[in-house]
């Protein structure tokens, strides 16, 4: 039998055990803490706004009497850009740092300097250096109160991570207000734009704020009977004349204001000598940020009514698309970028901090590929008019293979998944790659419209209907569907609820290219919801023969 004595060690080292176990998950819930507060940073482009964004989350490390942000300008030297609560005592310290040398110092050692104060025992200074890949991009002076001046080493780091995610939102806003940066992403998408408009049956072409023309696409070839070669970069008075060059005059000067423009009483004359009545449209057209750069005119033959199809679609194309793949691209690589940084810095330290970081990786990357997968497929859609290969697969299997993609997010959100398409083990005629494409596509939709705690259930029948066919469907408990909009949500970029002020995920090419595949398997698909009571997506296909 022991004594209370041989007892007493044992007990000092479970009790030594349990208070590192617990400064370890304190630790670590910090952590946590600051990288949900740190991704707020991303959410906006302005400097002024990341800097208030990087005070609050500094607040929760320690509390601040004032702040002044330094960025290097183009010739190396440190600006000061922003400060708060900023008073004639904390300007006169900031000159004393600059002229000492204790800035450059700081970001040449890159390290988190803590200075005392000469005169004021009661307050102390902090100068935060803010690199990325080495490259300066200023620093952070924080006054402090003196005693917080003992600031623990895991403090430091926290703070040092707090650097790490401010250097990468800044550099993040400096390149989208940098000019020549933000005109070479608009001309990319704009590229990629005007690939998907050569499918458009009526002519399309954008006017920059100086009247010249900077998109022509094939359908105005074919109308004006002059290449795009031949009419982008001229004025447009130099390749419109008459009425038509007067509507694109009054539409480029309502587009500059901010209004739309329509012109329905034009006559165009066609060189074969025919007079076309034409409808013009003009919006104004808008660069990322938010800045108008010009017009987009659409005009169509009005004794055309597929044309006027068509047309209806053209400010959604123009408006969601272009900033649906710049958002929906730009987001999930921030998220992948901002995770490697954290654990290239913090990595090592806690096996769980590695796991949560590199599930976010795996997340991100997965969203990513979604969003390529429906870039391509969409590409090429209207290119791809033969039926695909089918064969005989097994349906439940696919589900679960993307059900798996979106694990950490079913995790995170706390939705009950119910995949009970294994319960029959249908065999159904498919192309598999395209199958799952549905699978992700469907589940991807039915998670980002469900709300925490709610679920997500897929489900699956034998109906007859003149041959054996597999009703297959996917329900969630989202907010559902208006039933006047069940058709308009499988048009091309068509988001519910896409406005200023309230903007859904995805890139709206989601649920169009799902329609596609199924129709193009031999399928059909509708939609059954009304709000507020979730939405159910059906589809059937041909089933098949067992092949296990």
């Given at each position: ?18 208070a ?7 630790a670590?819930?910090?952590y946590?803490s600051?990288?949900n ?10 400097i ?11 607040s929760?490390i320690?509390?601040y009497?004032?702040?002044a ?14 400060k708060?609560?900023f ?15 204790y ?11 803590l200075?005392?104060d000469?005169?004021?025992e009661?307050?102390?200074s902090?100068?935060?250096?803010l690199?990325l ?10 006054f ?8 623990r080493?895991r403090r ?17 806003a ?10 070479q992403?608009?001309?990319?998408i ?12 009526y ?10 023309i ?6 105005a ?19 419109f ?18 209004a739309?423009?329509?012109?329905e ?6 060189p074969?000598g025919?007079k076309i ?6 919006s ?14 659409s005009?169509?033959?009005r004794?055309?009514s ?19 793949i ?16 954290i ?5 090592d330290?806690?096996p ?8 976010i ?13 429906n ?12 039926r ?10 696919l ?11 079913i995790q ?12 029959t083990?249908?065999?159904v005629?498919?192309?598999?790659r ?5 699978f992700v596509?469907?589940?991807d939709?039915a ?7 709610g ?8 109906e007859k ?7 297959i ?17 499988f048009?091309?970029?068509k988001?519910?609820?896409?406005t ?15 329609k ?14 009304r709000k507020?009571?979730g ?8 089933k098949?023969?067992?092949h296990?």
């Open positions: 039998m022991q004594t209370n004595a041989q007892q007493k060690p044992i007990l000092e080292g479970k009790t030594d055990r349990w590192a176990q617990r400064r370890v998950r304190e670590y819930d910090e946590k600051l990288y507060l740190s991704k707020t940073f991303f959410e906006t482009r302005d002024s706004s990341i800097l208030d964004r990087v005070l609050e989350a500094f929760q320690t509390a009497l004032a702040a942000l330094y960025l290097t300008d183009r010739s190396g030297k440190l600006q000061l850009t922003e708060r609560r008073t004639d005592a904390v300007a006169r310290k900031l000159a004393k740092f600059e002229r000492d040398g800035l450059d110092w700081a970001i040449q050692n890159d390290r988190v300097t200075l005392p000469e005169q004021d009661n307050a102390g902090l100068l935060v250096p690199l890949n080495q490259t300066s991009l200023g620093i952070l002076v924080i402090i109160q003196q005693n917080e001046r003992n600031l080493a430091m780091d926290q703070i040092t991570l707090l650097a790490t995610q401010g250097a990468l939102a800044i550099e993040n400096k390149l989208f207000k940098d000019l020549q940066v933000q005109n992403a608009i001309r990319r704009r590229d990629f734009l005007g690939t998907v408009l050569e499918n458009v049956a002519p399309v072409v954008s006017l920059s704020t100086e009247g010249k900077t998109m022509w696409n094939g359908a070839e074919k109308l004006f009977q002059r290449s795009a070669k031949e009419a982008v970069g001229r004025p447009f008075q130099a390749v004349t008459g009425p038509l060059a007067d509507a694109c005059d009054e539409a480029l000067r309502h587009s500059l204001l901010g739309t423009f329509q012109k009483e034009l006559e165009h004359q066609a074969d025919r009545p034409l409808h013009l449209n003009a104004p057209m808008k660069s990322e940020s938010g800045a108008i750069s010009g017009s987009i005119v005009m169509y033959d004794s055309e597929q044309e006027l199809m068509n047309l209806k679609k053209i400010d959604q194309l123009k408006d969601e698309f272009l900033s649906s710049s958002h929906e691209l730009r987001t999930p690589l921030t998220g992948i970028q901002s995770s490697a940084e654990l290239l810095t913090f990595g330290e806690n769980e901090t590695r796991r949560e970081f590199l599930s990786i795996q997340t991100q990357g997965y969203r990513l590929m979604r969003i390529v997968d870039i391509l497929f969409f590409t090429e859609m209207s290119q791809a008019n033969e695909f290969s089918l064969e005989p697969v097994q349906a439940n299997h589900a679960e293979e993307a059900l798996e993609m979106f694990r950490g997010l995170e959100k706390h939705i009950r998944v119910e995949n009970r398409l294994g319960d083990a249908f065999w005629l498919a192309e598999p395209r199958l799952k494409q549905v596509n469907l589940v939709n998670l980002k419209f469900t709300p925490e705690g679920c997500v259930c897929l489900e699956a029948e034998e209907n003149g041959k054996p066919l597999v009703k469907s996917v329900h969630d408990t989202g907010i559902g569907i208006p039933e006047n909009a069940h058709q308009v949500i048009e091309k970029f988001q519910l609820g896409s200023l002020t309230s903007k859904p995920d995805g890139t709206g090419l989601g649920l169009t290219i799902v596609d595949i199924i129709e193009k398997m031999n399928g059909t698909i509708w939609v059954e919801s507020p009571h939405t159910a997506v059906y589809f059937t296909l041909e098949a023969e067992s296990g």
